[in-house]
């Protein structure tokens, strides 16, 4: 059996009494696109937060094809290739949607400053090659009538599908999508869906929190369900839609 | 052993005022999250006042204090309502430190035109004689400045723990949101404080003006004492606030008094930087610091102007022909001014790499100056180096300090660059004029030579202003090239959300100290032209005032748009030497348009004309917290 692009063994975090997340274990394929679903407070984002270390686990190990998480700094997790967006939307304000893009090809930029300084050839043509692929994707995503409007001029639902983008730039093996269909309209989410798909043909790992049912599952390989900030199911869309303990968690005992 | 004691009283009496300075400082802090550097320009405000109705209008020492007290109280009133409080919920908490310190420069600058340049001095509530307390003499006036500033602790504590007052005050502090949902009116609270906090400083100004000379400027020296007892004692805790003050105040007495005067200034960068090594949150933490980063630009506001393609080009080469022929416009008399415009240009080109792209305020901008300037200058006069090598010197040493400073500060989260430059240019500045031997003292070093390579000398204003043009043009070429790439990106991404920047891999501590380091070469550079041209430098050249200038010249030129800063380069220099009369306003004039501009303008000069003139289809980026 291959190595799981993303693991998380008995990961637990409690936020004074709160626990929330204890004993959490899942794994990931490589290649596939799971989904992380719950209620409010299920511990959804924590778990993110822990994977990208902006929290510490008070116990428990997240691993990356293998590779232990703990103790590295995040921009060094996401130098592995494990990028993540945010549940609200953190696009850098003050540059152009194009610029947000671009900097999310930070991890490859190969040119030092100094040569970009110079105008020097090569880390002009960098620049233009970063330039052509940002384009595809924001024409990919409907997204490139805004190019060079300022990012925070976006309509919401298009800034939460450019932080999508910029994740994507980062040419990551793991793609952490917290709520990307958050303030999204239908046709939005639709596109949303089919971007997906396409992430995920093209054989980068995609892991989504999401409360959009229909979207999950659609798309999903794997559904993981956490309540109360522990793993109460896991299985494909159609097993998780006849558990019991997921109908429990959603609509209440007395429906169940 | 005696002399100990005295010294150890000396200090304490010092640090007393720090604390009361400091107090200030750490309620309106606890209050609003902003550092109000403005602070100790009310201490000075207060000493002036009574100066007027004291020795000038004869007035009863009672009634004269009660005065000055009220006038400082309302202009804090004023300031507060007019400035600082409407700002608060529009500007990040940069952009406040930044209002803040052209609220005092503009304080500094309105006592200039009021009370003049010249020292003041009060005499003594109680008489000259000292009292002797077993064997030590103590000055009468310190009894009553520990008696204030007694006074001013109790009442302070009191209000904040035991009225309803206090209680308002103490919600807005710990979160103002659900403090408003409370239906506690929290503008006004801010407002009480921030006037508070002018009324304490003014008291204590008032109590310590007999035992010190003060002027129009010193309340610079109260801001950053206070503002360093703050951050040594705790930044939020008024406690550890007046002890940070105490513990500076002896400290600083002790380095005077065994070691040289020299090292006052320096003892506080020294305690500073060990604390921040130690025990970054202070000696007293505060039970929790909110709003924390320098930076933390949710809440930009400028317009997003960019020139492409044959615009930018057709832009470019305009400004390059039109520095060409300025000389033949400009009329003889102000080519010097116009040299030293470019001059200032190249630090405040690197200024805004730092503040404009990468977010990090920095109050020590002259400090970088200095030491490239005096470098330099020192090794082409006394020791006989061609000037290109004394500018390399200097770049090499202000890397140093720049490389040392960000590594202390680069993993803290706080305004603490702001406050290591802020040490680190009072620290120079302090140096330059205690250092008389080498640097010539306060009066300057003089007989520095031209700039020349070679053969080639650049003696004339001419010479030198196509040397410097030529710099500028080179400089900007090289930082747009940078600043249109990755590293500007990496840097524009650290400035508005540093979480999000690290998620995309940037690592933000290095793209902090990279342009913590571009700026103060830049400085550097600037600082060594500058005593090159003038073949003169003496330490207010690029001192503190300095640093402020170019802060404002900064903003009101447009940060984070590279050239933009020129308008405010060339306004805030030319405009006092063509119209001379208005040299005694210029301090009032700079606080004031940076104010404004940081109120008002937030794009600078160049983004009116970057919006109206080069890119009209443009639109300017608003977006709520």
């Known amino acids: ?83 993540r967006t945010f549940q609200a939307a953190r696009i850098f304000p003050g540059m152009t949607t194009l610029e947000n893009v671009l900097a999310g090809a930070h991890l490859h930029v190969r040119a030092s400053a100094w040569r970009q300084m110079l105008w020097l050839p090569g880390a002009r043509g960098e620049e233009r090659e970063l330039v052509r692929r940002a384009d595809a994707l924001l024409d990919l995503t409907g997204l490139l009538p805004f190019r060079d409007a300022a990012a925070t001029d976006l309509p919401m639902g298009a800034q939460k599908l450019l932080e999508v983008v910029r994740a994507l730039m980062a040419r990551p093996r793991v793609v952490l999508l917290d709520e990307p269909a958050a303030g999204l309209n239908d046709a939005e989410t639709a596109e949303l869906g089919s971007l997906l798909r396409a992430v995920r043909a093209s054989g980068v790992t995609v892991v989504v929190v999401e409360h959009n049912m229909s979207l999950v599952m659609g798309v999903a390989d ?34 169940a | 052993m005696e002399q100990a004691v005295q010294t150890v009283i000396g200090g304490l009496l010092q640090g007393t005022v720090f604390g009361v300075v400091a107090l200030g400082f750490a309620l309106v802090f606890r209050v609003t999250g902003a550092i109000n550097l403005s602070q100790g320009a009310f201490c000075i405000v207060g000493a002036l006042a009574m100066y007027s109705f004291q020795v000038s209008l004869g007035w009863p020492g009672w009634a004269a204090a009660a005065a000055a007290v009220g006038v400082t109280a309302a202009a804090g009133a004023v300031i507060g309502a007019t400035t600082f409080v409407p700002a608060l919920s529009r500007l990040p908490v940069s952009s406040m430190l930044i209002l803040t310190a052209g609220l005092l420069t ?160 320096g003892i506080a960068l020294a305690l500073l930087i060990l604390t921040l090594l130690v025990r970054p949150s202070g000696l007293l933490t505060a039970k929790r610091t909110r709003r924390e980063d320098v930076r933390d630009e949710h809440r930009i506001y400028h317009p997003v102007v960019r020139l492409r393609g044959r615009r930018a080009v057709v832009f470019g080469l305009g400004a390059v022909a039109a520095l060409a ?103 120079v500045e302090s140096l330059a004029v205690g250092m008389t031997e080498t640097t010539g003292g306060p009066s300057g070093l003089v007989g520095v030579p031209s700039f020349s390579v070679g053969p080639f000398d650049f003696g004339t204003p001419l010479a030198m202003y196509y040397l410097v043009a030529a710099v500028i043009v080179v400089l900007v070429l090289v930082l747009l090239g940078g600043l249109r790439s990755g590293f500007g990106r990496a840097l524009q991404a650290v400035r508005t959300d540093q979480t999000a920047a690290a998620a995309l891999g940037i690592n933000v501590p290095r793209y902090k100290m990279a342009a913590f380091a571009a700026s103060a070469a830049a400085a550097s550079l600037s600082g060594s032209l500058y005593a090159f041209h003038l073949n003169f430098l003496s330490p207010d050249m690029v001192g503190l005032a300095r640093s402020l200038e170019m802060i404002a010249m900064l903003v009101v030129g447009g940060e984070g748009t590279l050239v933009g800063s020129l308008f405010g380069v060339a306004l805030l220099t030319l405009l006092p030497t063509i119209f001379q009369p208005l040299a005694l306003y210029k301090t009032f004039a700079e606080g004031l348009l940076l104010v404004l501009a940081v109120r008002y303008l937030p794009g600078g000069i160049f983004g009116v004309f970057a919006q109206r003139v080069l890119n009209p289809s443009a639109r300017p980026a608003r977006s709520a917290a």
């Open chain 1, 1 to 83: 059996m291959s190595v799981p692009a993303l693991e998380a063994v008995n990961l637990a975090k409690s936020f004074g009494g709160v626990r929330a997340a204890h004993d959490v274990s899942f794994s990931v394929p490589g290649g596939s696109l799971a989904a992380l679903i719950g209620p409010n407070g299920a511990g959804k984002t924590t778990l993110f937060n822990l994977v990208t270390r902006l929290y510490e686990p008070d116990a428990g190990e997240m691993r990356f094809y293998g590779r232990p998480l703990a103790g590295l700094p995040a921009a060094r997790i996401a130098a592995l290739g494990l990028v």
């Open chain 1, 222 to 255: 794997q559904v993981i369900v956490l309540d109360t900030g522990a793993v109460v199911a896991a299985g494909t869309p159609a097993e998780i839609q006849k558990n019991p303990r997921v109908i429990e968690a959603y609509v209440g005992k007395e429906a």
């Open chain 2, 106 to 265: 503009t304080l500094e600058g309105l006592s200039l035109v009021v009370w003049g340049s010249q020292p003041y001095a009060l005499p003594p509530f109680s008489g000259e004689a000292p009292v002797s307390v077993l064997g030590v003499r103590l000055p009468t006036q310190g009894f009553w400045i520990v008696g204030a500033a007694a006074a001013i602790i109790a009442g302070v504590w009191f209000l904040l723990m035991r009225t309803a007052l206090g209680r308002a005050l103490r919600a807005c502090a710990e979160n103002p949101t659900a403090a408003r949902l409370m239906g506690i009116d929290v503008p006004r609270m801010t407002l009480f404080a921030f006037t508070l906090a002018a009324l304490i400083a003014g008291i204590g100004g008032i109590a310590v003006a007999p035992i010190l000379s003060f002027q129009f400027d010193t309340g610079r020296l109260f801001t950053i004492a206070g503002f360093s007892a703050v951050a040594i004692g705790g930044l939020g805790s008024l406690v550890g606030s007046v002890a940070g003050g105490e513990l500076l105040g002896v400290a600083e007495q002790l380095a005077a008094g065994y070691i040289s005067s020299l090292f006052a200034n």
């Open chain 2, 325 to 427: 022929v300025l000389p033949w416009i400009v009329p003889p008399g102000l080519m010097n001014s116009v040299v030293i415009t470019g001059i200032l240009f190249i630090s405040v080109l690197g200024l805004d790499v730092l503040m404009g792209y990468c977010g990090q305020v920095s109050l020590g901008q002259a400090g970088f100056m200095a030491v490239g300037g005096y470098t330099a200058a020192i090794l082409a006069t006394n020791h006989g180096w061609p000037p290109l090598a004394g500018i390399a010197a200097g770049l090499v040493l202000s890397l140093a300090c720049a490389v040392a400073l960000s590594l202390v500060t680069m993993r803290l989260r706080g305004h603490y660059l702001a406050l290591a430059t802020l040490a680190f240019g009072l620290l």
